[in-house]
């Protein structure tokens, strides 16, 4: 398995631009997260999805959307760029079954840059 | 809001030494606690987990301590290499709907030799 993954690695923007970062699980898992981290900071959570076609925000969703076609799949849009959304992006998934609390596994990120 | 936050923003050990890294978190409904490593350029990567209704978890090379009572977490890591140099994050989930996870700011742990 491949785990997480995410795409592009690295990306610049001009203030306004569009784009969408990519993240794909091969593990089944039924729940995915988007956080970002800022330099020195923890993560915060953006958006997070409990399965394919329920989507919900997180603590700082403001300035980006999120949609969930797939179990697979989680990609995060951000419609118009700004310096503010410089960051490192992290997609992260977990299989919960509505029980026990289960880990929240990583991809490798996404470097943001904004200017 | 609630939050978790940890006492020590970075660590210097030498190598070969215990490792103590603390949390304090807030939030007295948190079931579970988990400890996360991130290299420079890398994603958090899992290293021990602990649920609310334990005190004490074992991995290798690694012990989580859970005091409730005082609402601190911390990570022991023993005979500590240059490999683990790196942010170390505690994370907790205080329950509702969709498994979320609050972090900390994270502590940065460097092994001189």
């Known amino acids: 398995n491949a785990g997480v993954t995410q795409t592009p690695k690295f990306r610049i923007l001009k203030i306004g631009q569009s784009m969408t970062l990519q993240c794909t699980q091969d593990?089944?898992?039924?729940?995915m997260y988007w956080y970002r981290q800022d330099p020195g900071m923890g993560l915060k959570l953006i958006y997070y999805?409990?399965?394919?076609?329920?989507?919900d925000k997180g603590e700082v969703p403001n300035g980006y959307n999120v949609s969930r076609s797939t179990t697979e799949d989680f990609p995060l849009r951000l419609e118009l760029a700004a310096p503010s959304q410089t960051s490192v992006y992290f997609c992260a998934s977990t299989a919960y079954s509505g029980g026990a609390t289960d880990t929240q596994y990583f991809g490798p990120g996404t470097r943001l840059t904004v200017l | 809001g609630e939050s978790v936050g940890l006492h020590l923003p970075t660590l210097s050990v030498q190598e070969g030494d215990n490792s103590i890294i603390n949390c304090a978190y807030s939030n007295s409904a948190s079931d579970y606690f988990i400890w996360y490593k991130q290299e420079s350029g890398k994603g958090p990567q899992f290293i021990i987990d602990i649920r609310s209704n334990m005190d004490k978890r074992q991995g290798q090379r690694v012990t989580v301590l859970l005091n409730k009572t005082v609402k601190h977490l911390s990570l022991q890591i023993a005979a500590t290499q240059p490999g683990d140099s790196a942010v170390y994050f505690c994370?907790?989930?205080f329950g509702g709907g969709g498994n979320k996870l609050t972090f900390g700011t994270g502590t940065q742990l460097k092994v001189e030799l």
């Open positions: 999805s409990v399965g394919a076609g329920i989507t």
């Open positions: 593990m089944n898992h039924n729940y």
């Open positions: 994370a907790e989930n």
